[in-house]
């Protein structure tokens, strides 16, 4: 066994195993397509340096996946960077993953006596005599051999002889890396440290790999410790996709051993992005908003002195530049902006505003802001719309209050009070809809006072780009009322943005608008 070159003592390697711990997470199951989608991104795109891709003998579908990703890299010249998990099993994992059309073996052997002598119920010499044997097999069958110390962590917190007894028995037996897994996310950032400082200290010429679950949420902290303690390779999934809280997330590695530590590795921090949208969609499990480096919000500046401090030689910028990692900063729209936000999300889509126009454009975003959480850019182009299209139309009616009703088997009810110049008229009706019930009731005030109701020629409901269900609604009616207009209401509620147009539309023929139009 050959320990990684002192020259490259500041390269940091990955083994990657999304594929094969990540589809542990509870629920998720690749399907073969899936399994070679995401290999060949994380190989070719991504570049990190190993993938793990399955257990052998789970199953015929684990079998064919495998399989898949093995021929294709294969083809690729990527075969050695390939591994399967095996077991101490004499030949059966070893021709599962021959068959396959595997080099490598991951095999699973006992880092603590607890799991030898009460699970597998055998002395740690007779479980060093059945690794030994499947390492002669692997030999001739020219399968390369990694070493699994499952539950290492416990062994070296309850016996740390054993764990030594292993490694002593197993270092000069041709293996190419002995890994040391915190299989139950056990230990502290101090363990790690002087548990992975142990392991270096006393076999200088081994290779070692830490692999870090996260059941107390300290995975990438127990990661930076094994590194500074001179691990230079670790395992990770994308997005920390695992049994139980999962394993270390790729990201989150990449960035601190960068940033932190000043490592160097393969991995091209532009893709991480894409692979983890990749694998988000593929597994079905939804990455937090605010998860580290890949989430939804965490490069997006909500405060509007945050913006007002980027627009001042960027003054909320670090080390995590968003397009390190394929993304962009965005500066969210909502009652917290200011007019630096604002301005930001303007000067994206290419829009200019006077500082009236946008002092009025803020105002509309804090208002929103009050309805829904934010306001998005995708938003943005409908409020600029219906804020400059209200600018010159007089408010003489007004909505003073309405109450809208539907209940199963029954029309819809709605309850009207408007002002009209100060004056206050009430009316209330059914309908074949909550809106058409609004418009009855309006009717019924209008044609009480005699004063002429356009007539809806058309209805249109937009909502922007992105599908998000909290997003607003545009709805723009046209009417006639002896010449054709339009106007448009914008809210999260669609019925509500329907009666803000209405409200528009009656303002204009108050306002007597229509004929210089």
Same mark, same amino acid.
């Given at each position: ?54 257990? /052998? ?9 495998? !399989? ?23 030949? $059966? +994992? ?43 097999? /692997?030999? =001739? ?7 699994? %110390? ?10 740390? =002889? #054993? ?39 006393? #076999? ?13 949420? %300290? ?83 909500? +405060? ?85 299209? +209200? ?13 809208? /009703? ?7 009810? *709605? ?25 009855? !009731? ?14 809806? $020629? ?12 909290? *997003? ?28 803000? *147009? ?16």
């Amino acid at each position: 066994m050959k320990k990684d070159s002192d020259k490259d003592q500041d390269l940091l390697m990955i083994m990657d195993t999304t594929l094969r711990d990540g589809e542990q997470t509870s629920g998720v199951s690749f399907s073969d397509t899936e399994k070679l989608g995401m290999a060949r991104i994380l190989l070719e795109d991504v570049q990190v340096d190993r993938i793990e891709v399955a257990s /052998a003998r789970v199953s015929e579908g684990e079998f064919r996946g495998a !399989a898949k990703i093995l021929a294709w890299a294969a083809s690729r010249g990527f075969l050695d960077r390939v591994e399967i998990l095996g077991f101490v099993d004499g030949e $059966v +994992s070893l021709n599962w993953i021959r068959d396959a059309g595997g080099r490598v073996i991951n095999l699973l052997c006992k880092g603590s006596y607890r799991h030898v002598t009460q699970q597998l119920r055998k002395t740690p010499e007779q479980h060093l005599t059945d690794i030994r044997g499947v390492i002669a097999r /692997a030999r =001739e069958m020219g399968i390369r051999v990694n070493i699994y %110390l499952e539950d290492w962590s416990n062994g070296m917190r309850s016996s740390r =002889e #054993y764990v030594h007894q292993m490694i002593s028995g197993l270092k000069d037996e041709g293996v190419s890396r002995i890994m040391l897994p915190d299989t139950l996310g056990i230990l502290d950032p101090d363990e790690t440290y002087l548990y992975c400082r142990e392991m270096l200290e006393s #076999y200088p010429g081994v290779a070692f790999d830490f692999h870090a679950h996260n059941d107390y949420d %300290l995975a990438v902290g127990n990661v930076f410790q094994a590194l500074k303690a001179g691990i230079r390779c670790v395992h990770t999934t994308v997005n920390g996709l695992g049994e139980r809280a999962g394993n270390v997330p790729l990201a989150s590695v990449i960035a601190t051993a960068t940033d932190h530590l000043k490592l160097r590795t393969h991995v091209r921090e532009q893709m991480l992005n894409r692979v983890s949208r990749v694998v988000e969609s593929f597994s079905g499990v939804r990455i937090p908003a605010n998860k580290p480096l890949i989430g939804e919000f965490v490069f997006t500046q909500c +405060s509007g002195i945050h913006a007002d401090g980027d627009n001042k030689n960027n003054l909320y910028y670090n080390e995590l530049l968003p397009e390190r990692f394929g993304r962009i900063r965005k500066y969210a729209l909502g009652k917290t902006s200011g007019k630096a936000n604002i301005r930001k999300n303007l000067e994206e889509l290419g829009i200019d505003l006077d500082p009236e126009s946008l002092k009025k454009v803020t105002d509309r975003i804090i208002e929103l802001g009050d309805q829904k959480e934010n306001v998005s850019m995708e938003d943005l182009p409908y409020i600029v719309a219906d804020v400059l299209s +209200s600018q010159s139309i007089e408010e003489r009616i007004t909505i003073r209050n309405y109450s809208i /009703a539907h209940a199963k088997g029954l029309k819809p009810m *709605a309850s009207v009070s408007i002002s009209i110049d100060g004056a206050e008229y009430e009316e209330s009706s059914s309908g074949d809809g909550q809106y058409d019930a609004f418009m009855r !009731a309006l009717r019924k005030i209008y044609g009480k006072l005699g004063k002429p109701f356009p007539a809806l $020629v058309d209805y249109v409901v937009t909502i922007p780009p992105g599908g998000a269900t909290d *997003a607003l609604v545009e709805t723009v009616i046209t009417w006639q009322n002896g010449k054709e207009f339009k106007t448009r209401g914008l809210d999260p509620d669609q019925t509500t943005a329907a009666i803000k *147009a209405t409200i528009k539309m009656l303002n204009i023929i108050e306002n007597n608008l229509i004929n210089k139009k």
